[in-house]
């Protein structure tokens, strides 16, 4: 099974502030990547597809960036409804794998 | 718009069955894979099943494999999933999802809001 690992796995910034998690997978997945947020108590909403591309209706704040193995998730300036967990997920092989997620917390 | 409602959760004593109904609307049922995800509670995302917008190529984690079945009926427009020789360990939330196309490893682009199972004697 590919092994997707996130970092740092909870993180507190400002409102404004530029933010960046990574992802790592353990072999070559292509851009065969995606990002999710889910919002406490809700379902996960896709921002992010095929590693960079913005989901439709997304905001552009939200980006991607990434191949291979090493990702990068990039929200440019933080909003406070941008509370949630970040997961990132693979989807070049099966099983499909979510990475151990991203706690984002408003300072 | 595109919506998922699960429905047929809930408590089950270890070795029970249950079957999981995901109703979907808003969206051509049968040109789209779907797809069951789990969260235990207070953990991560993990991927169950998945089925072919055709139905007829389906896929499971290891840990679920000969216990669960996936299925769909285009008439009814539901997704399935059948849960049997339940496991404290299957305890969690679960959500359908639609994907972005036939294949069934394709984006996760609309979720319902999950229906719980609890595994507990």
């Known amino acids: 099974d590919i092994q997707m690992t996130q970092s740092p796995s909870s993180l507190s910034a400002s409102v404004g502030d530029r933010v960046t998690i990574t992802c790592q997978a353990s072999?070559?997945?292509?851009?065969?990547l995606n990002w999710y947020q889910q919002k406490p108590g809700k379902a996960p909403n896709l921002l992010i597809y095929h590693a960079s591309n913005l989901e439709t209706g997304v905001p552009s704040r939200f980006s991607g960036s990434g191949s291979g193995t090493d990702f990068t998730f990039t929200i440019s300036s933080l909003q406070p409804e941008d509370i949630a967990t970040y997961y990132c997920q693979q989807y070049d092989n099966l099983p499909i794998t979510f990475g151990q997620g991203t706690r984002l917390e408003i300072k | 718009e595109v919506q998922l409602l699960e429905s047929g959760g809930g408590l089950v004593q270890p070795g029970g069955s249950l079957r999981l109904s995901c109703a979907a609307s808003g969206f051509t049922f049968s040109s789209y894979a779907m797809t069951w995800v789990r969260q235990a509670p207070g953990k991560g995302l993990e991927w169950v099943s998945s089925i072919s917008g055709s139905g007829g190529s389906t896929y499971y984690v290891d840990s679920v494999k000969g216990r669960f079945t996936i299925s769909r009926d285009t008439s009814k427009n539901t997704l399935y999933l059948q849960m049997n020789s339940l496991r404290a360990e299957d305890t969690a939330l679960y959500y359908c999802?639609?994907?972005?196309?036939?294949?069934?490893?394709?984006?996760?682009?609309?979720w319902g809001q999950g229906t719980t199972v609890t595994v507990s004697s």
């Open positions: 072999q070559d997945i292509s851009n065969y």
């Open positions: 999802a639609k994907l972005s196309g036939l294949a069934a490893w394709d984006p996760f682009t609309a």
